[in-house]
């Protein structure tokens, strides 16, 4: 099943019977609340889901965006018209972080038929695509959540498959190196994970994806096969997800530590290394 969609690709399905669900989940880490943006134009039927409240709980011991209730998500994504005979796609401004993240938590409660929007936002405007300022109407949902879709790590999982497979850091290099740490407590990373900043699943100067071949060879140069325990993790479990994505382009199955960073700095019990080495 393909992971990701064109944006000609999404245009040309909205026009059929079986037209996907299509979801806004435009996000800026520190920035404004995604809705007025939405507000003032968006896919036409796209449907806003907000990362901060829908997309995961509040912060706290299980870092900065731990799994959101499941009650909670259920009832957001019924509201959003969510079902499981329908496919669904999701975008966001074009980062692809939170839509992977809304792409990733489907995938994990069992929806069998979700696809990112390559490029988001930005790629629809760039093919000359109309947007809308209509607030859809949106016929209820009856998606049930399944956890287990995807695989999910703890601290402890995550530091058992830096030992015996590859755990991936999909953070800055010079965060995973302990040089600067702008957000949490402690600098550096989880002993024996490996650097593999998010930004380089894209094209250079791009928010469209490298393809698949490409991101393979990347993943491969880094010890991430198919035939290869994958995890990975980045501050606080969202643009992580995007790296999951890009493994999945790949054809390379990975697990997400949703805690990420942000949960294992926060237990001064847990081990740190720094540097440019594993540790």
Known sequence: ?????????????????????????????????????????????????????????????????????????????????????????????????????????????????????????????????????????????????????????????AAAVARRGVLLDARAGERYRGEVEPIDKVAGHIPGAVSAPTTENVVEGGTVFRDASELAERFASLGATADVEVGVYCGSGVSAAHQVLALAIAGVPAALYVGSWSEWSADPARPVATGPQPG
Do not use: C
């Open 1 to 157: 099943m393909n992971v990701i969609i064109t944006a000609t690709e999404l245009a040309s399905e909205l026009g059929q019977p079986t037209a996907p669900v299509v979801l806004d989940v435009r996000y800026q880490l520190g920035g404004p609340p995604g809705r007025p943006v939405y507000e003032a134009g968006h896919v036409p039927g796209a449907v806003y889901v907000d990362l901060e409240s829908e997309l995961a709980s509040p912060p706290g011991p299980g870092g900065r965006h731990p799994l959101p209730d499941l009650d909670a998500f259920t009832d957001a994504m019924r509201a959003a018209g969510v079902r499981a005979d329908r496919p669904v796609v999701v975008y966001d401004g074009g980062q692809g972080w939170a839509s992977a993240r809304a792409w990733w938590l489907l995938r994990w409660t069992g929806h069998p038929d979700v696809r990112v929007l390559d490029g988001g936002l930005a790629a629809w405007e760039a093919a000359g695509l109309a947007l809308s300022v209509d607030q859809p109407a949106v016929q209820k949902g009856d998606f049930t959540p399944v956890p287990g879709g995807l695989a999910l790590l703890r601290a402890d999982d």
